[in-house]
């Protein structure tokens, strides 16, 4: 796939059209009823920008309506007004002040601020409000409780700006899950909020070492976190739901029925598609840098070729819903990814604080949803040439 070239660099620059390319075709996201009991179409979208990134994985809406995106893979980070059809270019791709390398994600922080996630650089940045680039730290931060460095990058920001990411630490982490750690970027601190079951790996010993791999479509929990700090975790073994409060208090729902479904080559295939939605898996690499050791994370933005696919160790059936993360939109309500269908639909489980499923909500096999704004619901639209296209909704 192409990449758009980067020419702006200022802060405030216009976007021209000529830097991404156009998506190619628009079919209606809302033409297919409603596939089973409390199902709903996602519906027509009220507003597009149908310029193509490379990739989209998060968005942040900022105050006025303006949409904050960042694309790793072409390097660039983009406010835009999808109502007017203007784009700005926010910093330039660089290791300097207002630069950056690989842009991953924006989250919203108090005080109409920004958290840019730079992978390229091994950093997370601050913007202000007129998102100017402000204070700049390393995302590799050291456990004060145990001495080890954590690579403290974004899973989920809550409203106070607590940064909460997977980890391993003491007794909470066994050999098959991981802690749900948070962070306060003003104090350092770092606490664990609860553990989540994590992919299966294989490993590997040759002459040159042990390679570890992970083992495709394995039982994985997802989760995520509200703006009030409650984390959600959608347990895979029963498919069930629970609230952890901030006080530590556990809401469990009932486990939720669903049909087992072989996985076979269309699921493999599926599979391989779903990773290339972000950029493909992260590579971590260090190097030292001024006498300091720098950890940094790179999207390699391939895709596996499908004769690779074979190579891997496979569960016979699939898992309950998507290792991705749960997004939580503004009235509080989780929502879980499902594996797409056959026919290419994707559905989301939407969960209240108790874990139960209030709704059902269903989008085409070229759509996911990336965000959630004031009352307002964000998705990708992909082309055929693999571009990404963000869209604006209504929230169901």
Known sequence: ???????????????????????????????????????????????AWDEGFSVLSAVRELPGG????????????VAL??????????????????????PDAVWPLPEGRTLLVDLGNGRLTVLSPDLEFGDTRLFATVDPREGTVLRAIPHAVDGAGRVYF???RGSAASPDSMTILRLDLDTDAVDSVG????????????????????????????WGVAADGRVVVARAGDYSVEWI??????????????????????????????????????????????GEMRTTVLRPGSRED????????????????????????????????????????????????TGAVVLKVELDSQRRVVGFGDGTLYAV?????????LERYVLP
């Not at 007004?81 to 690989?102: F, M, N």
């Not at 939720?256 to 971590?284: C, F, N």
């Open 195 to 222: 553990a989540f079951k994590r992919a299966a790996i294989t490993m590997e010993f040759s002459g040159r070492g042990v390679r570890t791999r992970p083992v495709p479509l394995s039982p994985v929990d997802a």
């Open 81 to 102: 007004d999808l109502d007017a059809g203007v784009a700005d270019t926010i910093g330039g791709v660089g290791s300097g002040p207002a630069e950056y390398r690989q």
């Open 245 to 290: 409060a901030t006080d530590g208090t556990v809401t469990s729902g009932a486990p939720v029925p669903y049909a087992r479904r072989r996985i076979g080559r269309a699921e493999k295939m599926a599979w391989r598609d779903s990773q290339a939605e972000t950029g493909g898996g992260l590579t971590v690499r260090q190097e030292r840098v001024n």
């Open 66 to 77: 303006r949409v904050l995106v960042a694309d790793p893979l072409s390097q660039i980070v």
């Open 306 to 353: 499908e004769a690779e696919l074979d190579s891997y160790e496979w569960p016979a059936f699939l898992p309950p819903f998507s290792d991705r993360p749960i997004l939580v939109d503004g009235t509080g309500r989780a929502w879980v990814r499902r594996h797409r269908e056959a026919d290419g639909t994707l559905r989301y489980d939407l969960f209240d604080g």
């Open 1 to 47: 796939m192409q990449m758009p070239t980067i020419v702006a660099r200022g802060a405030g620059a216009v976007l021209s059209a000529a830097l991404l390319t156009a998506c190619a075709g628009d079919p209606s996201a809302g033409d297919r009823s409603a596939g089973d009991v409390g199902a709903v179409p996602l519906g027509e979208a009220d507003a």
């Open 166 to 168: 997977g980890g391993l």
């Open 381 to 389: 639209r992909t082309d055929g040439q693999g571009l990404q296209c």
